[in-house]
């Protein structure tokens, strides 16, 4: 179930979205960050306005992530609108937080993590093409 968005135009945007072709998003979030619940509502808001209404499979730099609040989880399990999700990252944490949200808040489109771009990218171009 989406949730309805509600952000404000002074809000802070702390990603990089925009597309990389096939389709395919390429999210960069601001290095070494904390992701709140407003960062995923803008996020979602972003999403929608580059892909209306259709669900599109999103290669997320993690970029150093430190941490996902717990509202914000829930929002990306359970209003992003994306087919696939690979989750690029080059730390333990960052696997750990992307295993978290597989395991416990159980997304509806499949996540993987991954080191390398390269192998990140062939994974969304094989979900999506399957």
Request: include cysteine.
């Amino acid at each position: 179930m989406r949730h309805p968005v509600a952000t404000s135009s002074r809000t802070k945007v702390r990603f990089q979205l925009d597309h990389v072709g096939h389709g395919v998003l390429l999210l960069r979030w601001d290095e070494a960050l904390a992701v709140t619940a407003q960062d995923v509502l803008t996020l979602i808001e972003h999403q929608d306005s580059l892909s209306p209404g259709s669900a599109a499979p999103i290669l997320v730099d993690l970029n150093g992530m430190m941490t996902l609040s717990r509202d914000a989880f829930a929002l990306l399990a359970a209003s992003l609108n994306a087919s696939a999700i690979a989750a690029l990252g080059t730390s333990a944490v960052e696997h750990v937080l992307i295993e978290h949200f597989h395991a416990v808040h159980k997304p509806p489109y499949p996540v993987e993590y991954f080191e390398s771009s390269t192998k990140a990218l062939d994974w969304l171009h094989h979900v999506n093409s399957c």
